[in-house]
């Protein structure tokens, strides 16, 4: 009887356990951890088409560079493809073409032309070369809702690594 109990205790806490897992915001179809992203930036960047089923929560960005989906929020099971957002999302396998910038329109290539071209090694030249975050308004455009700084920078840092090969 005494050990019948300790296994249901156990059991039972196993299941509380399980859902903890299930609801810490991995994304419904790879399963990955995502990157919160407020309500503002997914208004901004969800075609007009679906405008109207954002809601006012925030979402989670998949990580994924291989899965469909975009946004997603656990709580309402609302989810947004790769389909139904404005702009190609940098880091994931088709994204075309690929922002470093996503405020001044800068793409991975042009910062990367700028290292290996016209020889830029730091930040300051690439932005002066490619115009990239002229008119920051990040929150709005930028997948992430964040600086589009440390993309450009992960670009400067591809160029680089062309040259040293
Ligand atoms: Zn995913």
Known sequence: MGKEFIKKSCSSNRIMITNKIKKNNTCPLCGRMGKMVKNVTVKHLITD???????NEDYYLCMDENCDIVYYDLNSGIIFSKQQVKV???FKDDANPKY?????????????????????????QVL???????EPNC???NPL?????????????KGLAILNQ
């Not at 088409?49 to 809601?55: N, P, T, Y």
């Not at 032309?113 to 830029?120: L, Q, S, T, Y």
């Not at 809702?145 to 840092?157: L, R, W, Y």
């Open 49 to 55: 088409e679906f405008m109207g089923k954002i809601g």
């Open 88 to 90: 190609p999302i940098w």
């Open 100 to 124: 470093a910038c996503y405020c001044s329109k800068v793409t991975e290539e042009e910062v990367i032309n700028a290292v290996v071209k016209d020889g830029a090694t730091i930040m300051s």
């Open 128 to 134: 002066k070369i490619t115009g990239a975050m002229s």
């Open 139 to 141: 929150q709005n455009n």
């Open 145 to 157: 809702g964040q600086c589009c700084h440390k993309i450009v920078q992960e670009a400067i840092n």
